[in-house]
C-alpha cells in the first residue's frame, strides 16, 4: 500500500472544501479555523491547512488569507 495519497481523492478532499468555503462565503466573507470546521467538513485540521495553501493559488472564484495566528491560523474567504 502506497503512502501518497491518490489523486482522485485530494481532488475529492479539494473540491469538498472548496466547495463548503462557496457557500459559507456567499453572503460575503466568513473566518475560521481549521479545527473549528474540521468535523462539518469531514476532514482533519492538517488536511484543511494544507489544503487551504492550494486553494489560495488555485480557486479563481474565491480569496483566501491567512488572516491571524492565535493558536491556530484564522482564514478569511471571500467571493472573488
Do not use: H
Not at 491518490?6 to 479539494?14: F, G, H, L
Not at 466547495?19 to 469531514?42: H, T
Not at 485540521?45 to 495566528?69: C, F, H, N, P, Q
Request: charged share 30%; no cysteine.
Amino acid at each position: 500500500m502506497s503512502a501518497t495519497t491518490p489523486a482522485t481523492e485530494t481532488e475529492s478532499k479539494e473540491s469538498r472544501l472548496k466547495n463548503y468555503l462557496a457557500q459559507k462565503a456567499s453572503d460575503g466573507e466568513v473566518y475560521f479555523k481549521s479545527k473549528f470546521i474540521a468535523d462539518e467538513v469531514g476532514l482533519s485540521a492538517k488536511e484543511i491547512g494544507a489544503l487551504m495553501v492550494k486553494l489560495r493559488e488555485s480557486a479563481t472564484d474565491l480569496e483566501i488569507e491567512k488572516w491571524s495566528y492565535t493558536s491556530a491560523t484564522t482564514w478569511r474567504v471571500t467571493r472573488a
